[in-house]
């Protein structure tokens, strides 16, 4: 069955880095895209980022641009996220998801359980 | 704010039917047969519940059912069951994002 699970999440303090990871399993990661899509608490989903099966093609949401790095290394079916100038309003549960179909424009699929992300001093 | 607007709230007893309305644009729901609806109970990850407007994935009740009409989207549940109460998201893929998603619907079943 499709699992995803999220890792790297924590409390950090403003203006610094995070990498958040994403492994994957239960399916043939490389042939699909991903996305991450966050929740900041007790608000809706706002999608960050989107890579393409091959990692070639990466999009990004306006709000995180230049400062998120989406990667991902298909040989440990692993999915990533740097975050670099961490804001308050970053602070968020961070999901991973599955592109359904593994197209770019179908929305996603299986989600993982998420990481909390908390930026404070 | 969000791309697509939902109502806050819709509310209905046992084995009566609700629908949650999700209005976009000519650049998102108008525009493409892209419409995902999610059910997410509290402190879970987000379920796919109807796909590419109306299509159901495997292993999902047949009481959730879609439909598009020009701008706006629409989530049926009929039925009503206790474990139906949850917040229902919309999504769609629009001209500018490859996903945009409306602000929840917290459905309460009485």
């Known amino acids: 069955q499709v699992q995803l699970v999220e890792s790297g999440g924590g409390v950090v303090q403003p203006g610094r880095s995070l990498r958040l990871s994403c492994e994957a399993s239960?399916?043939?990661?490389?042939?699909?895209?991903m996305h991450w899509v966050r929740q900041a608490p007790g608000k809706g989903l706002e999608w960050v980022a989107l890579?393409?099966?091959?990692?070639?093609?990466?999009y990004y949401a306006d709000s995180v641009r230049g400062r998120f790095t989406i990667s991902r290394d298909n040989s440990k079916n692993t999915l990533y996220l740097q975050m670099h100038t961490l804001r308050a309003e970053d602070t968020a549960v961070f999901y991973c998801?599955?592109?359904?179909?593994?197209?770019?424009?179908?929305?996603?699929?299986?989600w993982g359980q998420g990481t909390l992300v908390t930026v404070s001093s | 704010q969000f791309a697509l607007t939902q109502p806050a709230s819709v509310s209905g007893s046992p084995g009566q039917s609700i629908t949650i309305s999700c209005t976009g644009t000519?650049?998102?729901?108008?525009?493409?047969?892209?419409v995902s609806w999610y059910q997410q109970h509290p402190g879970k990850a987000p379920k796919l519940v109807i796909s590419?407007?109306?299509h159901r994935p495997a292993g999902v009740s047949n009481r959730f059912s879609g439909s598009k009409s020009g701008n706006t989207a629409s989530l049926t549940i009929s039925g009503l069951q206790p474990e139906d109460e949850a917040t229902y998201y919309c999504?769609?893929?629009?001209?500018?994002?490859?996903?945009?998603f409306g602000g929840g619907t917290k459905l309460t079943v009485l």
């Open positions: 890579i393409s099966y091959d990692g070639d093609n990466k």
């Open positions: 000519s650049s998102d729901v108008g525009a493409y047969n892209y």
């Open positions: 998801a599955r592109a359904l179909g593994g197209t770019y424009f179908r929305g996603g699929d299986f």
């Open positions: 999504s769609s893929y629009t001209s500018s994002s490859p996903w945009v």
């Open positions: 590419d407007v109306s």
């Open positions: 239960g399916f043939t990661f490389s042939t699909y895209a």
